[in-house]
C-alpha cells in the first residue's frame, strides 16, 4: 500500500529556530505539494514541483521559507527564522494522473509544528 | 471573494438520515472537481471525482451544476463513521488543486 509519508510528525520548537520538514512521496508520482493548514485559513497550497522543478511558490513566504526536491524521493521544506504564526499542520501531497486521465492527489500523514 | 466557498457547518445528522451540502466556485473556468474527506487530526483523503454527469459511490452522490457554479453531496443512510469534514475542491485544469475551507458533519446515534 504506497504512502506518502512525512517526517518528523510532530515538532516543537522555539522561535528564531531553523525547522525542516521531510516528504518522500509516492513511487513513480511526478507531482509534489506543500500544503499548510490552520484553523482559520485551511488547506492553503504552499509550493509544488513536477518532476523536481519548482513549478509554483507563490502561496511561499519567500523570506523564510524554502522548498526543494534534491532527489525524486525527497522533498524538503524550510523555515529559517521560524514565527509563532508558522505553527500549523503542514501536508505533503504527491500525484498522478489515473488511466481515465484525472489527476489524483494523495496527502501525507502532515508534520504539525509549534514554534513558542 | 474565496475561490471555493463552503458552509463550514456542523452539519449536525442523525444515524440514517439523509445529508446533503453544495460548494460554490467563483472561477468559470474550473475544470475538474473532488471531494475530499478529512478525519479529525488526519490528512485529507480523496472521496470521489465529481463528473458532469453526475456519479454515485455507495451511499454518496456528487453532483456539478457548471450554469450555478456548484458542487453538492448528498449522504444516504449516514453512518457514524461519516463523521468527517467535507473538503470541496477544484482545478482550473493540470495539477493545482483549490481546497474549500470544508462542511463538518456530525452524524449522531
Known amino acids: 500500500d504506497a504512502r506518502v509519508t512525512q517526517t518528523p510528525r510532530h515538532k516543537v520548537t522555539e522561535m528564531g529556530q531553523e525547522v525542516t520538514m521531510r516528504c518522500q512521496p509516492i513511487l513513480g508520482h511526478n507531482t509534489v505539494f506543500w500544503y499548510r493548514q490552520t484553523m482559520m485559513q485551511g488547506l492553503e497550497l504552499l509550493a509544488y514541483f513536477r518532476n523536481r522543478a519548482p513549478l509554483d511558490d507563490s502561496g511561499m513566504p519567500k523570506d523564510r521559507f524554502s522548498a526543494e526536491m534534491p532527489d525524486a524521493t525527497l522533498a524538503t521544506l524550510k523555515i529559517q527564522p521560524s514565527e509563532p504564526r508558522d505553527s500549523a499542520v503542514y501536508f505533503c501531497?504527491?500525484?498522478?494522473?489515473?488511466?481515465?486521465?484525472?489527476?489524483?492527489?494523495?496527502f501525507g500523514p502532515g508534520t504539525r509544528l509549534t514554534v513558542t | 471573494r474565496k475561490e471555493v466557498e463552503q458552509d463550514p457547518g456542523p452539519f449536525n445528522v442523525p444515524e440514517g438520515a439523509t445529508v446533503a451540502f453544495n460548494c460554490t466556485y467563483s472561477n468559470s473556468a474550473s475544470q475538474s472537481f473532488f471531494w475530499y474527506r478529512q478525519d479529525c487530526r488526519k490528512e485529507p483523503k480523496l472521496l470521489m471525482s465529481v463528473y458532469s454527469s453526475g456519479n454515485e459511490d455507495g451511499r454518496f452522490t456528487a453532483q456539478l451544476n457548471r450554469a450555478s457554479q456548484y458542487i453538492s453531496l448528498l449522504i444516504r443512510d449516514s453512518k457514524l463513521s461519516d463523521s468527517a469534514t467535507y473538503l470541496c475542491?477544484?482545478?482550473?485544469?493540470?495539477?493545482?488543486?483549490?481546497f474549500g475551507g470544508g462542511t463538518r458533519v456530525l452524524v449522531k446515534p
Open positions: 501531497a504527491s500525484g498522478s494522473r489515473t488511466g481515465d486521465s484525472t489527476y489524483e492527489q494523495y
Open positions: 475542491v477544484v482545478s482550473l485544469g493540470g495539477n493545482k488543486l483549490t
